[in-house]
């Protein structure tokens, strides 16, 4: 069974530019969620997509957006990065249905992003 | 607003010693409460999930339970190593998931 991965693992970006991060789900799992982890605090919700669906929104601004592909590796995609955009990016992979994602939820090591 | 807040922020113990992690969050109407482990600069380790049907779950030396009418989990770890040291983080499903702002546990030999 192959756990989830991430890419890259660390990049360094300046003001402005845009940044895409990628994520390989665990193998069987068709929900997807990323997560921004700031230095000493807890993960913050990004959004989550179903089935190539996003199904949730935490309280980030639109240009941070994503894409879930048909084998449900996914992607988040940050636009006109800022200096507070730097952080630990992590996606987790689950078994979700329509009705919400309840299953356990599975991390990969995470991306580490600095913004210049 | 639907938080969660664990104490203590720090805890430092001698190896051998058993201790409990607390984790508590302010709306009870939840689908379910996981536990995790992160070393530094690393990702999540997944170590239980508690459903909200459920009252508690155990894996090994850990063991965590669940009171939602309280809004009160628990994490409770038996004669603690030194591998142990990390920051456990409690992880509570509302509509969305809100994480806690962890506990760094270091046990010294």
């Known amino acids: 069974e192959t756990g989830v991965t991430q890419s890259p693992t660390h990049l360094i970006k300046t003001r402005g530019q845009q940044v895409t991060l990628r994520c390989s789900s665990q193998?069987?799992?068709?929900?997807v969620s990323w997560y921004q982890q700031a230095l000493g605090q807890g993960p913050q919700f990004i959004f989550q997509?179903?089935?190539?669906?996003?199904?949730g929104r935490g309280n980030f601004p639109p240009r941070f957006s994503g894409l879930q592909f048909p084998n449900y590796s996914s992607e988040l995609n940050v636009n006109a990065l800022e200096l507070d955009d730097s952080a630990l990016y992590l996606c987790?992979?689950?078994?979700?249905?329509?009705?919400?994602?309840?299953?356990?939820?599975?991390f990969g090591e995470g991306s580490r992003l600095t913004v210049l | 607003k639907q938080e969660v807040t664990q104490i203590p922020a720090a805890l430092s113990v001698p190896e051998g010693e058993n201790l409990v992690l607390n984790c508590s969050f302010t709306?009870?109407?939840?689908?379910?409460l996981q536990w995790f482990r992160q070393d530094p600069g690393k990702g999540l380790t997944s170590l239980l999930l508690?459903?909200?049907?459920?009252r508690e779950q155990t894996s090994g030396r850990l063991n965590a339970s669940l009171d939602k009418s309280s809004g009160r989990s628990t994490l409770y770890i038996a004669a603690s190593q030194p591998g142990d040291s990390a920051t456990y983080l409690c992880?509570?499903?509302?509509?969305?998931?809100?994480f806690g702002t962890g506990t760094r546990l270091l046990v010294s030999p």
């Open positions: 992880a509570v499903r509302f509509q969305k998931l809100v």
């Open positions: 709306d009870s109407a939840i689908y379910n």
């Open positions: 997509y179903y089935r190539e669906e996003e199904n």
């Open positions: 508690i459903q909200s049907s459920q």
């Open positions: 193998s069987g799992h068709n929900t």
């Open positions: 987790a992979s689950s078994l979700g249905g329509l009705a919400g994602n309840t299953g356990e939820l599975f």
